[in-house]
């Protein structure tokens, strides 16, 4: 079992930056890849990011794309998600996910952190 814990949400202005953080415990032998998902009021979960574990690699949505960055420290078994140049349509509960990670499914979801872009 992996355990995920993110970390960093809040109430940003459009335009504005935040980053979360997304701590994972236990089986950390078993995560290939994290990423982050989210989820706006009234529609479904929808893929973000994601980095593969071992070599960094990362693949993004196109929503996304140029705008948000996702990174890990492997020593502090971590991911980040810095997010820039946020927009209203960015308001959603966000969602860390780690283990076999896919543009629709994860082995495992941390609890979520609220983000809302508005002025």
């Known amino acids: 079992q992996v355990q995920l814990v993110e970390s960093g949400g809040g109430l940003v202005q459009p335009g504005g930056s935040l980053r979360l953080s997304c701590a994972a415990s236990?089986?950390?032998?078993?995560?290939?890849?994290m990423g982050w998902f989210r989820q706006a009021p009234g529609k479904e979960r929808e893929f973000v990011a994601r980095?593969?574990?071992?070599?960094?690699?990362?693949f993004y949505a196109d929503s996304v794309k140029g705008r948000f960055t996702i990174s890990r420290d492997n020593a502090k078994n971590t991911v980040y998600l810095q997010m820039n140049s946020l927009k209203p349509e960015d308001t959603a509960d966000y969602y860390c996910?780690?283990?076999?990670?896919?543009?629709?499914?994860?082995?495992?979801w941390g609890q979520g952190t609220q983000v809302t872009v508005s002025s």
């Open positions: 980095i593969t574990w071992s070599g960094g690699y990362t």
């Open positions: 236990g089986s950390i032998f078993s995560i290939n890849a």
């Open positions: 996910a780690a283990g076999n990670v896919g543009t629709t499914r994860s082995d495992y």
